[in-house]
C-alpha cells in the first residue's frame, strides 16, 4: 500500500505563491515504480480536475488553466512530490489533492485546502 499525505495549503491573496507539498510513504518498490503521479485540485459540488502530472521519467503536463503559473516536481531521494503556484487566482480556490497511478490502481491523499481571498 501506498500513503500519500498533502501539506502547504493556506489562505492567500491574489497574485500570491503557495508550494503544496506531497510525501509518499508505505511499499517503497510501488514509489519508485510510479506509472504517474499527479495534482488533481475539486471544488464543492464539482467534479475534481486534473492540474497537474509528472512521469517517472520527469515528464509533465499541465492544465491549460495552470500552465505558466503551477510547476509539478519530484524529489525521488525524498518521496516527495511539490506543486509550486505563481500568480495565484480566486479561481485557484479548491482542495488539493495528491495521486499515484501504480498499475491502474489510483492512491489519494487526504487533500489540503488552497484559498485565494483579499
Known amino acids: 500500500q501506498v500513503r500519500l499525505e498533502e501539506s502547504g495549503g493556506d489562505l492567500v491573496q491574489p497574485g500570491g505563491s503557495l508550494r503544496l507539498f506531497c510525501e509518499a510513504s508505505?511499499?517503497?518498490?510501488?514509489?519508485?515504480?510510479?506509472?504517474?503521479m499527479a495534482w488533481y485540485r475539486q471544488v464543492t459540488g464539482k467534479q475534481r480536475e486534473l492540474v497537474a502530472t509528472v512521469t517517472r521519467d520527469g515528464n509533465t503536463n499541465y492544465a491549460d488553466s495552470v500552465s505558466g503559473r503551477f510547476t509539478i516536481s519530484r524529489d525521488n531521494a525524498k518521496n516527495t512530490m511539490y506543486l509550486r503556484m505563481n500568480r495565484l487566482k480566486p479561481e485557484d480556490t479548491a482542495i488539493y489533492y495528491c495521486?499515484?497511478?501504480?498499475?491502474?490502481?489510483?492512491?489519494w491523499g487526504q487533500g489540503t485546502q488552497v484559498t485565494v481571498s483579499s
Open positions: 508505505g511499499n517503497t518498490f510501488m514509489i519508485n515504480n510510479f506509472e504517474t
Open positions: 495521486n499515484l497511478l501504480y498499475f491502474g490502481n489510483n492512491y
